[in-house]
Antibody
Framework: QVQLVQSGAEVKKPGASVRVSCKAS????????MHWVRQAPVEGLEWMGT????????NYAQKFKGRVTMTRDTSTSTVYMELSTLRSEDTAVYYCVSSGYDTSGYPVPYWGQGTLVTVSS | DIQMTQSPPSLSASVGDRVTITCRAS??????LNWYQQKAGKAPKLLIYAVSNLQSGVSSRFSGGGSGSNFTLTISNLQLEDFATYFC????????FGQGTTVELK
């Protein structure tokens, strides 16, 4: 079964960067795009971008362009999301979501457990 | 971006009730519509994918329907464990989500 395990909670100061990891198992890592979604109390659920684990190609939400970088390590089936120049509004739970498919070809999203990032001075 | 409008924002119901939540997209999203349940401090749990497909392990009391840009999530015979917040999500990049519906105990 598809399983996504994320790294632990982080506390960062404003202006710093944070890197969250997401280790995938239960499927061929390079076959499903990986997305990142965050959830803050005010903004709700917000899509940040996606990475193609096969090619490393990325597509970022306009809001995060210039501050977010998504990478992958195919040897460990792990995807990383780095967010820079953190501000208090970036305090949120960050989720990785694998965009898989069922046996009929319908898209099925699989979610990680989430990583709380707190930005505070 | 596709806007997702979910209604109602909250509803009060009793155990055994049947409730329906609606999600409207600003343009057609085809089969790319999912529904989630979320409880405090937990990740969203996928209930329904591709409009009407029940995720493995999810109770058959949950059902999804609709087409084009109008979709529904129905919970039949509401149980105590169903009191939670529910979200819709469309799967065209960039993904967008409804604002959520909180189902509360009457």
């Amino acid at each position: 079964q598809v399983q996504l395990v994320q790294s632990g909670a982080e506390v960062k100061k404003p202006g710093a960067s944070v890197r969250v990891s997401c280790k995938a198992s239960g499927y061929t890592f390079t076959t499903y795009y990986m997305h990142w979604v965050r959830q803050a109390p005010v903004e709700g659920l917000e899509w940040m971008g996606t990475i193609n684990p096969s090619t490393g190609g990325t597509n970022y939400a306009q809001k995060f362009k210039g501050r977010v970088t998504m990478t992958r390590d195919t040897s460990t089936s792990t995807v990383y999301m780095e967010l820079s120049t953190l501000r208090s509004e970036d305090t949120a739970v960050y989720y990785c979501v694998s965009s898989g498919y069922d046996t009929s070809g319908y898209p099925v999203p699989y979610w990680g457990q989430g990583t709380l990032v707190t930005v505070s001075s | 971006d596709i806007q997702m409008t979910q209604s109602p924002p909250s509803l009060s119901a009793s155990v055994g009730d049947r409730v329906t939540i609606t999600c409207r997209a600003s343009q057609t999203v085809g089969d790319y519509l999912n529904w989630y349940q979320q409880k405090a401090g937990k990740a969203p749990k996928l209930l329904i994918y591709a409009v009407s497909n029940l995720q493995s392990g999810v109770s058959s009391r949950f059902s999804g329907g609709g087409s084009g840009s109008n979709f529904t999530l129905t919970i039949s015979n509401l149980q105590l464990e169903d009191f939670a917040t529910y979200f819709c999500q469309q799967g065209y990049t960039p993904w967008t989500f409804g604002q959520g519906t909180t189902v509360e105990l009457k």
